[in-house]
């Protein structure tokens, strides 16, 4: 290899390390920069190769920009945050709307047990006993019918949230994989060049002497002697490139490996970090809905009505007030402990919508810091063309 290839190869090096490190600290090079004056330096040929090396390093981040698997991320959360927000409001709306329903049976029924009382008030009236225990019973009804409900949404849920999870980690394993291969591929078809690019080299180089050889051997009278003298010069120079050639394929072996072993290591760290993301997104949202089913849990079993001793025979006038005290009490009771499950629905809500902001914030400072990079090659290859014109 000669002193351009090599300087080209430093400068190529160097134009790898310090797109990785731009594009982790958005920080861009001045046009002027020492890189792209070391490589206005070289032969055209190689600077071409450092032209080359910016545009597949600007090509490969750009394609971080909108992954096919994940084609528009900020979009993703916006519609999630929207979609939660209006899942909360139409439970907390349903359970508005029981409340009302429940409340004007309740109420029915009251009316209708007050005037069974009422009417037998002097003789054979049902017990606050059996009143209550009546309650109780359409209440325990109604609510092991809503708990069983919120028990089956919660494991649909969860299948539904690890199913997507193994999807989007399936799909991108596969984009790890394609991107992994493609870049082995790209460097092993650069290294061929190279070698045939020293084959030519070699060949040019030793051409004048070659020629002169053979032309004594075609066109001369030698004895035996001589002949075969010529023929091992031209063995040996033959062999000369041969040797030459064999150990730079040697070297792009041990390059190529090396560069395949840094190739699977950054699939590996890429593959568990999204894999630990999307874990940890599918936790947050069963977290979210775990609260949600905690406030449904959180209601009473059953109705806090006082067991106390049976009450006398009263007057008229004392049941009927006593009868609107317990369902005063009754109905604000089941209103208190609805309006807390609305509350609970709603603390939830906020939280999640609050862990998908922040998610969308590290997403779009990403997307800054990758587009400063780019900026900053750009800058760098617009300068370093525009040097050789």
Do not use: C, W
Request: charged residues 20%; proline residues 3%.
């Amino acid at each position: 290899m000669n002193i351009s290839s090599k300087t080209a190869a430093a400068v190529v090096a160097a134009l790898t390390a310090g797109a990785v490190a731009m594009a982790a600290s958005s920080a861009s090079a001045p046009a002027g920069s020492p890189l792209a004056q070391a490589a206005t330096a070289m032969p055209r040929r190689d600077v071409q190769l450092v032209l080359q090396q910016y545009d597949r390093q600007i090509a490969a981040l750009r394609a971080t920009l909108h992954p096919a698997a994940f084609p528009n991320t900020t979009a993703a959360m916006n519609a999630a945050i929207a979609a939660l927000r209006a899942d909360v409001q139409a439970s907390a709306s349903q359970i508005q709307t029981v409340i009302a329903q429940k409340a004007d049976a309740y109420a029915a029924r009251e009316d209708d047990a007050v005037s069974a009382v009422l009417a037998n008030a002097g003789s054979s009236a049902p017990s606050r006993k059996d009143v209550a225990a009546r309650l109780q019973a359409d209440y325990r009804t109604e609510y092991a019918q809503l708990r069983s409900g919120a028990e089956g949404d919660m494991a649909a849920y969860r299948r539904a949230l690890l199913d997507q999870e193994q999807r989007d980690y399936a799909t991108f394993v596969t984009a790890v994989q394609n991107r992994t291969q493609q870049a082995y591929f790209n460097r092993s078809t650069e290294l061929r060049e190279s070698q045939s690019t020293l084959m030519l080299d070699l060949a040019r180089r030793d051409a004048p002497q070659r020629l002169v050889l053979r032309a004594k051997l075609q066109t001369l009278a030698l004895n035996d002697q001589t002949r075969a003298q010529i023929e091992r010069r031209l063995a040996a120079l033959q062999a000369s490139e041969d040797r030459v050639l064999q150990k730079q394929r040697a070297r792009d072996a041990s390059t190529l490996d090396a560069y395949r072993s840094t190739l699977l290591a950054q699939a590996s760290r890429d593959i568990a970090h999204m894999s630990a993301q999307l874990q940890s997104r599918t936790q947050a949202n069963l977290a979210a809905r775990r609260d949600v089913l905690a406030a449904q849990r959180a209601q009473r079993g059953s109705l806090p009505i006082d067991r106390g001793a049976a009450i006398p025979q009263p007057r008229t006038q004392d049941l009927r007030s006593t009868v609107a005290a317990l369902r005063a009490q009754g109905a604000g009771t089941f209103r208190t402990q609805a309006q807390a499950a609305i509350d609970a629905y709603t603390a939830a809500r906020d939280d999640v919508s609050a862990r998908f902001a922040d998610l969308r914030d590290r997403d779009a400072a990403a997307l800054h810091a990758t587009l400063a990079a780019i900026a900053a090659l750009e800058q760098d290859r617009a300068a370093l063309a525009a040097r050789l014109k």
